[in-house]
């Protein structure tokens, strides 16, 4: 595929955050306190999450608190994203959805003005991580749209899958392929695999030096099909492989080995 330019993962950024807020403002009372897939969140602190890095990016800085010692917290971006949940507990849905508009529009109008380098650092914390401003677009599209799907899910509203950004997440992740086939799933020289998400298709194959590339694959040594549903609750590690539907043909041991390798997201 033809890779982004800045000016398109613009447009995707701000595409993706607008469903997410339409979609948040939806939520009723009776929905709002839901569990999710993601450990320790409920659909409050999903919205809270989003609204803290939409904030943060947008220049709003980030407040330190507390948040004690929760099991689903396992590094220290784990620990940054929680005190943006916590320090946003008890506020209501329409001050979560006010906090995404009002960074969207700041940012917008920031991006719009002044359009970052996308080779360079990225701001705050996220430089800190060693992303670049490139980085940090493409993350913020997958983690918005991630969760949205993550909030359809939960509340048995599903949608939205097919459209530029999900298509966009997709692909994106699906470049890691060659490395979820090499390091994840330990394939041999020489072996390789198909990827069929809906229609979308990657392919990878292990080369000499024993890396896993993308590279076209005429006879693919595993070939796997699933839907775009199915691939994102993988990828994101959202749930156990034995809880997707997927086929596979050929070798299907090593098929299993790649599905259970296929998360790339923290």
Excluded: C
Aim: hydrophobic share 40%; proline share 5%; aromatic share 6%.
């Amino acid at each position: 595929m033809t890779d982004p330019s800045l000016d398109d993962l613009i447009v995707l950024w701000h595409t993706a955050v607008s469903d997410f807020r339409a979609f948040a403002a939806d939520i009723t009372d009776d929905q709002w306190h839901h569990a999710t897939d993601l450990a320790g969140w409920d659909v409050a602190a999903v919205v809270a999450h989003i609204a803290h890095l939409e904030h943060v990016v947008a220049g709003g800085g980030h407040e330190p608190v507390d948040i004690g010692a929760p099991e689903h917290v396992k590094n220290v971006l784990g620990e940054y994203t929680e005190q943006g949940v916590v320090a946003r507990r008890g506020r209501t849905r329409d001050e979560l959805v006010t906090e995404i508009d009002e960074a969207r529009v700041t940012r917008a109008a920031s991006l719009a003005a002044a359009p970052p380098d996308p080779d360079a650092t990225a701001p705050d914390v996220f430089g800190l991580l060693g992303w670049t401003n490139d980085t940090l677009l493409r993350n913020r599209i997958g983690d918005i749209w991630m969760h949205e799907q993550d909030l359809r899910r939960t509340l048995q509203r599903p949608g939205n899958l097919d459209g530029a950004v999900g298509t966009f997440v997709i692909k994106h992740y699906l470049r890691a392929l060659g490395y979820a086939l090499g390091k994840g799933a330990k394939a041999a020289i020489g072996q390789s695999a198909r990827v069929d998400v809906g229609d979308i298709t990657a392919t990878a194959v292990i080369g000499e030096d024993g890396r896993g590339r993308a590279a076209e694959v005429p006879g693919p040594t595993t070939t796997i099909s699933l839907s775009r549903e199915a691939y994102i609750v993988l990828a994101g590690g959202r749930v156990p492989l034995d809880r997707v539907e997927v086929s596979f043909e050929g070798d299907g041991d090593l098929a299993t080995r790649l599905l259970n390798a296929l998360t790339v997201t923290p």
